[in-house]
Every structure is written in C-alpha cells, then in structure tokens.
C-alpha cells in the first residue's frame, strides 16, 4: 500500500497541465487553458483546464478529475496504478507500508504467476512468428481467418508446439518454478508418470489480457482440420489467484478506452468476434466467451458505460445468448439493447465484410430495445393462453429489475400497448415482483402506483426526508462547504462553559443542524460536512485544496464539480469570509429546514387518506400536521416567502 506522505507528494508535484498536455491539445484561455474532451467526440472545445486550482473538467460531458482522476479516467486505471503512473512521471519513488510475512507471501505469488504468464505469451507469440510450424500452421490459420498482421500483433496471438514437453522444458531450462506452471494452469501434471504438460499443446493462442495490461490467462483452440469429431475446441485457462473466468472479459483491456470514448459497449460471444470487429474498426467490444455474464463483469462494463448492445447471430443459439445474463444487467442499471444479425452470419463474418461506417449504419438501423425484442420473441407465435400469461410474466419481471422509474413507466405503457393487458394489472403484476426482488435483497419495497415519482424503489424516503428540489439544496450546502468550510463565520461565540471560540462555517453547519438531529442525507456531502469540521482548526487547511486532492476520488470528482461547476444561483457567488457568506450559510440552512418539513407534510397527507376511519390515528396526525405546518410557515417568513395554508 503506498503511504499517505507519499500520495500527498505526488498530488502537490502534479501539474494538471503537464498531466492532462500529454493526451489533449491545449491552448490558453484566460487564466485557464481550453482543448476538446478526451473524453468524447466534441468539435467545438469544452474541456477546461485550471491551473491554479490543479483540476480539470469538461463542461459538456462533465468529465474531469484532479491528476490523479484524469488518469485514471482517461487510461482506465485504478487508484493505486494512477498514483504509480503519475510517481514515475515526476520520479516520485514510491514508499509503500510494511507488509505482513502472508500477505508479501500472496503478494510474492501473485506477481510470479503474472511474470509466469508474461512470460508464456512471449513464449506463444514468439513460436508463431519465429518458428517453422507457427509460420505454416499457426499464422496461416489467422490470416485465413482474415486477420492481418497488425491485428494478430495487437492481441498478442499466439501459437503451441505440438510437442507436448516443450513449453516446460523451456521454461525450467530458463528458471521458471513448477510451482507457478502449475498454478497459472499452463501446465498440468500427467498421472502416470508426473511429467509436466503444456495444457495448449498443437493450439492457437488467445492471450486473455487484464484490464490493467497484465496476461491472466490464455485460451487454445484446436485448428480446423484437428477439429473433426472433438467436441472441446478451446481450452482455456483453468481459475487461479490471478484468473477468475468469472470476472474477465475477452478484449477489455484493448476496448476500454473506446467503450469509454463511445459510451457504448457491443458484447459478443467469442475471441475472433472481437478481433474481427476490432479490425474493421469498432474498438468498443468485449467478448464473454460462451458463459453467462456474472455481476463482476456487469460492473467492469458499468464502470465505461451503462449502454450496452448483444450482438449475436440470428440462429437458435444466437437468440439464447442474446437471453443470459439480461436480468442480472437490467437490475444493475444496464440499459441493453439486441441486434440480431443476418441468418448465416455471426459478428466475426460481418464485421469481415463491411466498413466500420456500414456496421453501425446497420446497428442503428436494426438494434432493438431488450424488452421490446423480450416481447417479440416470448410471444411469436404463442396461442395458449397459459404459455402467453408465462411469457407476459417474463417479461413484466424483467421490468420489475429496472431501478429507474421513468424508465420502467415507459415499459408499462409499452405493455398496455402491445400487450393488450390493461395498465393495473401490469402494475399489480410488477409490484408484486418488485416485492419478491425486495425481500430476497432484505429490503422494504415502495409498491408502484400510476403517478409514483421518478426515484428508484431501493431508495424510499424516509419520514421526514426532502424530496427533489431537497437535494438541490443540499448540493448548494455542500458546494459551500468544500468552496468556503474552513472559513472563519463567528468569531467569540460563548460556549456554555464560558469560552469564546470562533466558528467555521462548517462547525455552524454541523451545530446547527444537530441542533434539532438533522442530517445532510447524501452519504458524500455528509462525509464531506464531517471531514471538513473535523480539520477546520487545523494550521493553514483549505476545504477546497482538501477535497480536489483527495484520496477517495468519489470526494474529488464531486469537489471538482462543485469548484468548476457555473454556481447553482448568482447568491452563491461570494466573496470570502465577511457577512455575505454567513447570511448565505443561514439562508441555506432555513431553506433545507423548510425543504425537510415540506417533505414531511406530503408524508402526513398520505398517512392521513389511509387513517380514514380511525379517529385516534387520525386526531393524531392531523395534530402532528398543523404543528408542522406552522413550522414551514414560520421559514417561509424569514425566507420571506409567501405562506402557503
């Protein structure tokens, strides 16, 4: 783990625009620098660049970071390898903490197995250009499978002698372990006689390359005269500490760039579907190889993009790969869409016979929306009425997975129409799921009614919690927290044991709404509230300084919006410290009480139709609301507002 005066010193070394200089082309604009978004295809620049403030964002796509969440959006990396690239640029060297006498053991082992690996891809891609039998076999098979050479050098194909001996014999010749053969699953151990086996022996290639550039696994295919009667014509590597087929994606690390760029991912079934598409030029495609998709690799793509398009052939088989995984992606958050391709053609074969432009032309043009394509296929052709009402079931349970609510009422309205079933079954029908989906994740359902509000049912409010226009004041307190929190508002405020202190803004924000148990209900700006008040005394400590450089880069993407963004209304741009900012923080303050109240008198409302019939509950609640309201129109005059009864 690298220690944290390490991590403060590449953050204070980085310059954003030296940082950012090596991908976009930059040019002055004021006191900041301008250039178009890496991030997406743009022609008029709107990603800027400030120096002074060491971040940097695009104010079209809203993309940005401080350095170290640049790189790591820009080159896919996690943390700690964004720290280490930006070290190695400014030649930091990296102190990393002590580790335990087991975990430098599992690290120790780790790194073997990866070296391991390195070194059998280098193995496998050297014998198939550098070798008589790779030449005629092994490159002769790609190239008529159609790729060219720079394709088959950009994933790294490779190729194993059919000798089954050879790859261990070299790598012990060249002091490679045993051990780690057999770990990484290139080897195995033959019962008879213990003899170690290349597991891809007389096979093609497929190095599996992880999303950080390192080699985890490999797949072999058998050539197409060998295939005859085999029934297995891949082997692939077998799970290890470095290699989980579950959590891998065939082509991540050469698409993720582009996924990212396109904000669309295209997922296909197997290696040479990738790489066909890859060299007709559509970068932004993975392949899971035959499996089901597991909730890993759904959030490995989630994290480049929400969309995502099935692309398999139009057969049986096609249909059903096209069917695995969908629900588990619906539910998180996937918006997918379903392009069946031509009979008699599969990803590999199409992309080898049209142009990048043609294959999206025709993706645009005959991709459908999942539940739409869910709908055609459940019902084409069905009678009786018992398998119609278990398709519409189906079908009313994948809706069920959708979190967004706008999205699933959209889906209801499809189904009333194409359906012909009325709009309250369906919702009978969907609430009933969402509640099974509920209990079977521990949580409370939110049952879903013609008119409910767009907010996602594992997400209900709580009694008192404000709505909407709620949490765009809670964003306004928070951005006056990281832009303002350390500023001094009070100065000698008797405590009760009759000490003057001074007041930060952020220890009046946290006084007064502890004052009558309030909380800032987003889980980032509460953080943000408690970090700020916890360091304000702290010797020359600047809120805004602290957040864009923070450590967890959720904190710093949001106080990197927050100091970039146009201010959410002309009170908030204010000049340090005086009586403009502690008038601002008070009015604020008023407005998230009034917001609070005002969520809890829609509760009470509804509370109150349900009452009807018991006096005492209601008697009750009714109390309970006129206190309430009387509070939110004691706000509403010193917010100077008008009263609403």
């Known amino acids: 783990m690298i220690d944290r005066p390490t991590v403060d010193r590449i953050m204070e070394t980085a310059d954003i625009v030296e940082v950012v200089s090596e991908f976009v082309s930059l040019r002055k604009s004021g006191a900041n ?9 743009e022609r008029t620049p709107s990603f800027y660049v400030s120096p002074s403030r060491g971040i940097c964002k695009c104010f079209s796509c ?49 790194e073997s197995m990866f070296i391991v690996n390195e070194w059998a891809a280098d193995y496998f891609e050297g014998l198939l250009h550098g070798s008589a039998d790779g030449a005629a076999i092994g490159l002769q098979y790609f190239r008529s499978r159609g790729f060219r050479d720079d394709t088959i050098r950009k994933f790294r194909l490779g190729f194993s002698l059919s000798d089954r001996e050879a790859l261990p014999r070299e790598a012990l010749r060249k002091g490679y372990k045993e051990e780690f053969l057999l770990k990484t699953g290139i080897c195995y151990k033959r019962e008879n006689d213990g003899k170690l086996i ?54 991540i690390f050469q698409a993720k760039k582009s996924i990212a760029k396109e904000n669309c991912v295209y997922m296909v079934e197997g290696y040479t579907d990738v790489i066909s598409m890859h060299q ?34 139009g057969d ?84 069920s997975l959708i979190k967004d609510q706008i999205v699933r009422a959209t889906y209801i309205n499809l189904c009333v129409n194409r359906l012909g079933i009325n709009e309250p079954t369906i919702i009978s029908t969907l609430n009933r799921f969402i509640r099974s989906n509920m209990e079977n994740e521990g949580k409370v359902a939110q049952p879903v009614t013609a008119d ?35 500023e001094i508002i009070y100065r000698d405020v008797e405590t009760e044991e009759g000490e003057l202190i001074n007041l930060t803004l952020a220890q009046f924000v946290s006084y007064n709404l502890g004052e009558d148990n309030l909380r800032l209900e987003n889980p980032a700006y509460a953080r943000i509230l408690e970090e700020v008040t916890e ?23 949001i106080a990197t919006q927050m100091v970039m963004d146009v201010p959410l209304a002309k009170s908030l741009r204010i000049k340090n410290g005086g009586d403009a900012l502690r008038n601002e923080t008070e009015h604020l303050l008023l407005d998230f009480r009034k917001d609070f109240i005002e969520g809890r008198l829609r509760q009470l409302k509804a509370e109150i139709s349900k009452a009807a019939g018991d006096y ?18 004691d706000l509403a005059r010193l917010l100077g507002n008008d009263i609403v009864t």
């Open 33 to 41: 620098y301008k250039g178009l978004c890496p991030f997406h295809n």
């Open 62 to 110: 809203g993309k940005g970071g401080n350095p170290v969440g640049f790189i790591m959006e820009h080159e896919q990396m996690t943390y700690p390898e964004a720290l280490r690239w930006l070290a190695k640029k400014y030649g930091i060297e990296i102190k990393e903490r002590e580790l335990s006498d087991e975990e430098k053991r599992q690290e120790s082992d780790r």
């Open 198 to 251: 290349d597991r891809f022996a007389g096979r093609v290639i497929f190095p599996w390359i992880g999303i950080s550039g390192k080699t985890v696994a490999f797949g072999g295919r058998k050539l197409d005269q060998a295939t005859k009667g085999v029934q297995q014509k891949y082997v692939n590597s077998p799970d290890s500490e470095v290699y989980h087929k579950d959590r891998q994606l065939y082509g």
């Open 280 to 313: 007709s030029g559509i970068e932004n495609v993975v392949a899971n190889s035959g499996t089901a998709l597991s909730v890993h690799q759904i959030r490995i793509l989630r994290r480049f993009t929400p969309n995502v398009v099935l692309l398999y052939d």
């Open 316 to 399: 049986e088989a096609g249909i059903h790969a096209a069917m695995r995984g969908t629900d588990m992606m619906l539910a998180e958050g996937m918006n997918i869409k379903v392009l069946m391709l031509p009979e008699g053609e599969d990803p590999d074969s199409f992309a080898r016979k049209h142009t990048a432009k043609d294959f999206r032309e025709y993706v645009e043009k005959h991709r459908k929306d999942f539940i739409d394509f869910k709908i055609d296929l459940m019902l084409r052709g069905v009678s009786d009425p018992i398998k119609r009402a278990e398709a519409v079931n189906s079908i009313i349970q994948s809706i």
């Open 452 to 486: 409910t509000p767009a907010r996602p049912p594992a997400e209900p409010l709580s009694p008192a919690t404000p709505q909407e226009q709620g949490s765009v004041v809670e964003r306004m307190i928070a951005r006056l927290i990281v832009k303002h929190g350390g």
């Open 535 to 557: 360091h304000s005394n702290d010797p020359g400590f600047s809120s805004e300084l602290y957040f864009t450089r923070h450590a967890d880069v959720e904190l710093s993407n």
């Open 616 to 633: 005492d509950t209601m008697r009750r609640l009714m109390a309970e609301y006129a206190d309430a309201q009387e509070k939110r129109n």
